[in-house]
Structure formats: structure tokens, C-alpha cells
């Protein structure tokens, strides 16, 4: 099977929604387009693309991560096992079989014994059935396959990745050819989570790593009572462990067994209860998942060895790790030994970091970025985090709410040994020789900030940092009680472990306003009496309201609503007739207003038939609030409100002639309803329903909410003051209440080449071969070779046995083997099952998602574990890498 390497395809307008691994994944892919998609309910990654070439991802929302994943990865193993097992029960079932210190049984009774674990899994999660606890089986399922916490327990979880050729799941910064010309425009990625479970890679004595048959480790931690002191360790087992060790002993198909590799030592322990040769041998490497993977953490954006990128007009937030600190069980390392990780940046136990943005060994800029809300459990957490000789440009990068160690506390962290490293907060940590500069010639790098960066250690500017941050710092501490609270030091919160009841806890000094602050991105309290922090723009003393920064904002208006006609404006509620200062609850008398049309800089009305100067604001006429009823009058004849300029960039106009009477007179372009009119901050919108109705002189206080349409303002010099709140209380104030909820898209409306529905994804993979539009035009949900609904209903079916034909359900038939190769065999690209709903397999394709979205559906989620939703390759793996051989 000849590896493809697709160009020119495009994926647009629509929504991808639950899957059990990547939305999006490809290898070696060029000229490769993303736009208007939203990406949610991912498990692994929303994006992955490695030795990918001009790739554009814009206007796109990727995240939130699915955070209620039912199943641990090991259910993933032991469904790719059945087919397996189809031949194991023809050709060894009858075959007796004896673990230490347990009655014998056969091969086929191993089999039915995880089969039979899996249908409860099944019955549990998809037909809501409940098992007692103090039944055996069920609490064995339990521990070896349901996920209660629902992150996830892999060891790496991204929004985006895009790395060099090779596979993600390398060390970071080992596949670094094959990549460039990449640009994402407008792109959110948020929501992104993981709670790793950490493993142990376990070499045997001659070099070599044990593994089960997916290149999987064994389970050290439940398979064995202890192994702190492996000459006494006994063997328990799984369901799942007890068939590896039943394939090793019966088969000698290389292909059968693939990936098993156990230990002699292994087997006299399993099946003799000799541990001797087990504990000489014995010999464990930390910082693991389950599948033998480098573990990263939580990582919003990954760019690694990616050349000439462009990141612009950005957000990354909410990423999360909720994981533990490492296991000490493998004693003390500074480096994992897992896949050749590098001591500069996979240091210590990796597997509890949190990262907004890692860029790694690459060259591009990074041009009106914002990161916030990353946060780690236990361990590192940075905002931006740039290693290995990477080239970085970057302008207006704004860090804030990054938190090392959340959960930590001060006795923790001095009990702390390696492979854990004090948890580290960083806004922008610069590494490995890298550097960064300004693409706008700022030598401060004043654009370039963090705020609200706490963990036990944090970055610094100063010379010859361990740790060296970029860029400038306010509310950045160090909650660390050995730190000096004279600087940047002190106790954020209480430590119930902690005797010492006279602890100082941090104060920090937070402005009204602009007045006496450094112009760019700052934090003030407008009100102690609203309370809630928000960040600002100041401009030469004026203070920039932008609704695009946070939607904490709200808090200081009597009011809020977002209009029906375009929702990046907030308005007043339509009962609250007022006027911009009476709307802001922080102005009174005594405050100056003036506008800034693209949030840059704050200036005043000069028009010269209206000269509101330093009383100047934003409105937006009424049809933004009311259902207007139309008329093509002269405007401006009508009230002098619509002679004042219009700051609206996509404001609609027409030609309105200069002598009404004179059909021959020249004419002006007159605009017709328009967002943000230059206007007297006085002005009060007139409660009357009919004025509101028929576009009389009737105006809405109004501010953007996307980086357009910004008011300022500026207090009377006497009532500009300084405050004191605690750190914590000011943290607190970062909450955000966002709608995250997938709003329907405009259909395409260009020429359909192919189109798409339910029944073209009945029995399987839909493999595009050809080029063209291939148009989805309603919404899919994914359910290959599904069991039909009579039968789920028997109480006797199995959803994990063979039906009558000896096929898997959900899974390629033996007959479908010419359509997906490895439907029948132990390789080829299908032999683990459906790997994506849409596979591309040629060049020049557009997916257009018309609006509609695709996801995978809850049975369908549970029983195949790695899926994505589109793959761009006729396989999910290039040759020689992956868990199975997926061909040549």
C-alpha cells in the first residue's frame, strides 16, 4: 500500500465533534486549509499534522477537549485484541492454562473472561446497567478499564500539533525535518485537559523493553501486589495481562504476536511464582503513559521544528493538568529514558505540565497572541515556552492567570524529590539557546507581558537565569514561603499543613485607572465596590475599554445585552435607556471620554459640525437594539445624529444626493445604520417605542466586543487612586462564563461535486480517492457495521464477542478486507479497526461541512479507541511507526 501524501485540500464550514483520538490528523500533507470549523469533544488532539507544508487554519474554534472519556487506553488494547483472539480460540482454546497460585483454566476460559469484562463495560456506559460492588468481576473492571475522573489518561493531550515528520508521540524536539510555511489566523483553541496516569517502561536484561502486543507496557502497578521490592513481588494479573502471557506461551506468529515482548523472568513469576530472575533483571524508567509514549502534559499549541510560521490574532486559554507528581518507584532521574528525551526540555517527571504555546527548534512570529488560564495541578506551568535554537519574532503577546503547583502546598513542595522539580511559573520562558525579538523594534519587549504568573519558582529577567523570561511581568509571585515578600515573594494561600499562623499574605497595589500606568495591556479596579479586575489598554493616561479582552467587563455596565443584528457589540438591555456615562458605572460628572475605532489609540471627535471632543463615545443607532421599520429618506434630514461619523468598518451607505429636489445633483455617501457613531457621552437613548421603531434620532451606548469599536476614558485627576486586594482575592476575578456552544454556519453555496449523507457512511471508512467538493449535507453521526437494534435489546448478545459470521461488530468485516485492507489480517491500515469516518487519499479535495457537523456516535465512541474524525492518508501512521504494521 503506497503511502499518500495529499495537497490542496481544504476542510470548511462546519462542526467535528466526538472522537476518540484527533478531529483532524495527517501526515506529509501540502497546501492544506482549514476555515470556519468548529473542533470539539476530541480525546487526543483537535488538529495533528507532522512534516506538514503550507497549511492555514483561520476563523476556527478548536477545543473544548472531550473531558468525560469513559474508558482508560487500556480498553483501546483490549478491543484491538479481538480479532486476535478470533484465531487464538480456533487454534489454542482447548489449551490448558495455570497462573501461579490460581486454578487452572483454558485459553477459550481467558477469553470469555475478558470478553464477558468488556460487556459490562459496554452495558455499564452505554445501557446505564449497574453492578454490585462487592461483585469480583465488576471491581475488576473497574480497575483495569473505567475512567471515573474522565480525563484523560494518556500522557499527552493538545489542541494543535504540528511537529516535523515523524509522530507527535516522540520526545519533543526529535522530529524536526518537513515542516513549514504554517499560519493560523483568528484560530481559538481552549478547553484543553489531561490527568496522565503515569506507567513504567520495563527493560529487560539485555537492553530490550518489555511490551504486550500493541507496543503497550505492562501494567506494573496492578498486575503485581508490589514492586518496591521486586524479590517479593507475585503476579496478580487482568483479564487483559493473563491473555499476553497466554499468546506468548501458545503462538509463535511473529505477525500474531507483533509487539510482545516478555521477560523469562516475567513468565517464572507469572506461572511458577520464581521471582528470582524477576528481581535481577528488574529494571523501570518513569515518565510513561500506557502505550510507551514520551509523556508532554496539557498543551494548547505545539509547534515543533516547524519553519517560517505565523501565529496572529490568537487565543489559547483554559489549558489544564489535573495529573499527579511522579512516581518515585523508579527512584531519583533528572531525564526520562523513554524515547530519547533531551535534559533541556523533557526534564524531571514531565507527565503534570501545562503549556499554552511550546514552540521547538522553529523559526516564525507570533503577532497579537494572547494566552491565559494554564494551569497545573502539581507541576510546571508556562504561558509560552520556546526551546532548542528556535528563531521567534513577536508583537503584542499578553500571558495572564498562569499557576505552577495549584494544588501544592508549601510542605509539599519542600518534600519534593526528582524526578519532580519545584513547580514552575512562567509568562514567556526563553531556552536552549532561542531567541525572541521584537518585530516592531520594541527593545523593551513592553509588549510582550505576563500578569498574574504564581507558582513555587518562577522565571526570571536576570542575567544568567536558570529559568529566563522575556518580556515584562506585573503580578507575577512566587507563593514559595522561603521567597522575599519584599519583591516578588509570599504566602497566596493558607497551607493546613502548615503550624506558622502569623503568615503574611499577599497584597498587591491595583490602579483605578490609566492615569499613572505604563502605556499597553494593564489590570485595574475600576470600582472596590463591583470588585472584579479587568484588563485594559491605556493610552497616554486614558484608560481603553475593550469588550474583545474579557467578558468580566459586563460587571461595570447597569446593563448588557449583545444585539440581534450583530453579536460583537454589547448594548444596553432594552429597558435601560441611558447614556454611556450613566451606563459605566465607574464615570460620573467629572469624566472625559473619547473613542479608539480600532482598540489602538484614544482620540477625540475633531469632526467639525459635531466637536463632542473629550466628551466623546460610542453608540449604535437603534435597529441594532429594535426591528426597524425601513425607510429610504435623507437621514441626516432627519436628525443631525446621522451627519456624525460612523467608525463602523463594514457600515453599509448609499449615494445621497446633496439637493434632494435636483435629480441631477452630486451626491455623498451616506451611511445607513451604523454600530458605532461618534456621539455626545450624554446622549440618552429616548424610552419611546415608536421613535425606537422608525429610525427617528434614537441611539444605544455601545461597545465592541472584537477588537473594534473601543471607548475610553479618563477620571478627574483627583478621583484617580491606588487600592490594596490580596493576590488571591484578584486571581479570583479571572473567572469566565463563555458560551461555548456550536452555532449553526450559512451553507455553501458554490457548484457540489459529491454529496454526502448518512447512508454513504453505513458500513465503514468514506475513502476519498478522487478529487473534488465533497459536500456533507446533513448532520453524520459515525456507526460503522453497527449491530442492529433487535439484537442490542437481547440480554444474552455480547457487543464484544463474534456474531455468526465471526466478525467484530463495529468493526471492518473479513469480507470488507479488499475495501479496508487488514479487515481479515494482523497488518494494513484497517487492522485495528476504522481508524477515521473520512480518509483523503488524494490531492486536490475541499471538504465542505455545509454547515453540518460530524462526530462519532456513543457506542460507536466506546468501542473504537483510535479514531479520528478526518485523516489525510490512506493510514493513520507512516511506515515504521505505530503500535501495529500499517503497511509499507
Known amino acids: 500500500i503506497d503511502e499518500v ?9 462546519g462542526l467535528l465533534g466526538l472522537t476518540s483520538h484527533n478531529a483532524i490528523h495527517g501526515n506529509k500533507v501540502d497546501s492544506f486549509t482549514i476555515s470556519d470549523v468548529t473542533i470539539q469533544n476530541f480525546d487526543v488532539a483537535g488538529i495533528s499534522c507532522n512534516g506538514c507544508t503550507g497549511v492555514s487554519v483561520s476563523t476556527s474554534v478548536v477545543g473544548p477537549q472531550n473531558s468525560n472519556i469513559p474508558v482508560f487506553t487500556r480498553y483501546n488494547h483490549a478491543r484491538s485484541l479481538l480479532p486476535r483472539l478470533r484465531d487464538l480460540s480456533a487454534n489454542y482454546g482447548s489449551e490448558p492454562i495455570q497462573f501461579a497460585a490460581r486454578d487452572a483454566t483454558t485459553v477459550q476460559g481467558l477469553i470469555d473472561r475478558l470478553v464477558g469484562q468488556m460487556d459490562m463495560v459496554y452495558n455499564h456506559i452505554i445501557n446505564n446497567q449497574e453492578y454490585e460492588d462487592n461483585d469480583k468481576e465488576w471491581r475488576s473492571v473497574k480497575r483495569l478499564f473505567l475512567n471515573a475522573n474522565g480525563g484523560l489518561d494518556a500522557g499527552s493531550s493538545y489542541g494543535i500539533v504540528l511537529t516535523g515528520e515523524g509522530t507527535a508521540a516522540n520526545a519533543i524536539g526529535s522530529s524536526i525535518e518537513g515542516s513549514s510555511d504554517i499560519t493560523l489566523t483568528d484560530v481559538e483553541i481552549q478547553g484543553i485537559y489531561a490527568k496522565p496516569l503515569e506507567q513504567f517502561k520495563y527493560v529487560k536484561a539485555d537492553g530490550n523493553s518489555v511490551s504486550l502486543l500493541f507496543g503497550d507496557t505492562i501494567d506494573l502497578t496492578h498486575v503485581f501486589d508490589q514492586i518496591k521490592d521486586p524479590s517479593t513481588s507475585k503476579y496478580i494479573g487482568d483479564a487483559y495481562t493473563d491473555l499476553a502471557f497466554a499468546v506468548d506461551k501458545f503462538s509463535d506468529s511473529d505477525v500474531f504476536k507483533n509487539g510482545l515482548r516478555l521477560s523469562d523472568g516475567l513468565r517464572s513469576l507469572a506461572f511458577d511464582n520464581d521471582n528470582t530472575q524477576f528481581a535481577s533483571e528488574f529494571n523501570i524508567y518513569g515518565s510513561t503513559d500506557m502505550q510507551l509514549t514520551s509523556i508532554k502534559g496539557a498543551i494548547g499549541l505545539r509547534i515543533d521544528g516547524v ?52 514552540i521547538v527548534s522553529a523559526d516564525g512570529t507570533l503577532d497579537d497572541v494572547e494566552i491565559y488560564d494554564v494551569a497545573s495541578l502539581s507541576g510546571s506551568a508556562h504561558g509560552v515556552v520556546i526551546y532548542k535554537e528556535s528563531n521567534i519574532g513577536a508583537t503584542n503577546v499578553r500571558t495572564r492567570n498562569i499557576q505552577a503547583g495549584q494544588a501544592m502546598t508549601q510542605s509539599n513542595v519542600e518534600g519534593l524529590t526528582l524526578p519532580n522539580y519545584t513547580p514552575l511559573a512562567c509568562s514567556v520562558e526563553l531556552r536552549g539557546e532561542s531567541t525572541l525579538y521584537s518585530t516592531v523594534d520594541r527593545d523593551d519587549l513592553g509588549d510582550i507581558t505576563g500578569h498574574f504568573i504564581i507558582g513555587y519558582q518562577l522565571c526570571t529577567d536576570e542575567d544568567d537565569a536558570e529559568y529566563a523570561r522575556v518580556g515584562q511581568c506585573q503580578w507575577c509571585y512566587n507563593k514559595n514561603a522561603d521567597s522575599d515578600i519584599d519583591t516578588n515573594g509570599g504566602v497566596l494561600f493558607n497551607d493546613p499543613d502548615d503550624e506558622d499562623a502569623n503568615d503574611v499574605h499577599k497584597q498587591v497595589d491595583i490602579a483605578s485607572d490609566c492615569t499613572n500606568l505604563d502605556d499597553g495591556l494593564q489590570y485595574i479596579l475600576p470600582d472596590p465596590s463591583v470588585g472584579t479586575v479587568i484588563p485594559v489598554t491605556c493610552d497616554n493616561g486614558w484608560t481603553m475599554l475593550n469588550g474583545a479582552l474579557t467578558p468580566n467587563i459586563y460587571d461595570y455596565f447597569t446593563s448588557y445585552s449583545l444585539s440581534h443584528r450583530d453579536n460583537t457589540i454589547i448594548l444596553p438591555q432594552t429597558d435601560d435607556h441611558t447614556s454611556w456615562r450613566n451606563w459605566f458605572i465607574p464615570a460620573d460628572d467629572d469624566t472625559s471620554f473619547r473613542v479608539a475605532a480600532d482598540c489602538s489609540s484614544c482620540l477625540g471627535d475633531d469632526n467639525e459640525d459635531t466637536m463632542w471632543g473629550d466628551n466623546t463615545a460610542y453608540y449604535a443607532t437603534g435597529d441594532y437594539l429594535c426591528f426597524y421599520i425601513r425607510k429610504t429618506d435623507n437621514l441626516c434630514s432627519i436628525s443631525d445624529v446621522y451627519c456624525n461619523v460612523c467608525d463602523d468598518p463594514g457600515v453599509k451607505t448609499y449615494d445621497q444626493p446633496i439637493d434632494d429636489d435636483d435629480p441631477e445633483s452630486d451626491t455623498y455617501p451616506m451611511w445607513e ?55 488571591a482575592q484578584a486571581v479570583g476575578q479571572f473567572e469566565t462564563n463563555e458560551n461555548l456552544a456550536y452555532t449553526e454556519l450559512e451553507s455553501a453555496s458554490e457548484y457540489l461535486y459529491v454529496e454526502l449523507t448518512q447512508d454513504d457512511f453505513a458500513e465503514g471508512t468514506y475513502r476519498i480517492t478522487q478529487p473534488g467538493t465533497y459536500v456533507i449535507t446533513e448532520d453524520i453521526v459515525f456507526d460503522f457495521n453497527a449491530p442492529p437494534t433487535e439484537l442490542t435489546t437481547d440480554p444474552d448478545w455480547s457487543p464484544n464477542d463474534f456474531n455468526a459470521d465471526g466478525d467484530v461488530w463495529w468493526w471492518p468485516r473479513k469480507d470488507q478486507e479488499s475495501e479496508y485492507p487488514g479487515a481479515s489480517t494482523f497488518y494494513n491500515p484497517f487492522t485495528l479497526g476504522y481508524f477515521a469516518g473520512i480518509s483523503v487519499e488524494t490531492s486536490n479535495v475541499i471538504i465542505d461541512l455545509n454547515g453540518h457537523s460530524l462526530e462519532m456516535s456513543p457506542a460507536f465512541y466506546l468501542q473504537q479507541r483510535f479514531f479520528s474524525i478526518i485523516e489525510l492518508a490512506k493510514k493513520n501512521f507512516v511506515s515504521g511507526q505505530g503500535p501495529v504494521d500499517f503497511g509499507p
Open 5 to 13: 501524501a495529499p495537497t490542496l485540500v481544504e476542510i470548511k464550514n
Open 307 to 358: 519553519q517560517t510560521f505565523k501565529i496572529q490574532k490568537s487565543l489559547v486559554h483554559n489549558v489544564e493538568n489535573w495529573g499527579q507528581r511522579g512516581s518515585t518507584l523508579a527512584g531519583e532521574y533528572s531525564v526520562p529514558q523513554i524515547m530519547g528525551e533531551q535534559e533541556d526540555i523533557q526534564y524531571g517527571y514531565t507527565g503534570n505540565r501545562a503549556q499554552g504555546v511550546m
Open 673 to 727: 445604520q451604523c454600530k458605532y457613531v461618534r456621539f455626545n457621552a450624554d446622549a440618552t437613548s429616548n424610552p419611546d417605542h415608536y421613535v425606537c421603531t422608525h429610525r427617528e434620532p434614537f441611539v444605544w451606548p455601545s461597545l465592541g466586543s472584537d477588537g473594534t469599536g473601543c471607548t475610553c476614558y479618563k477620571p478627574s485627576e483627583e478621583k484617580s487612586t491606588t487600592y490594596q486586594i490580596s493576590l
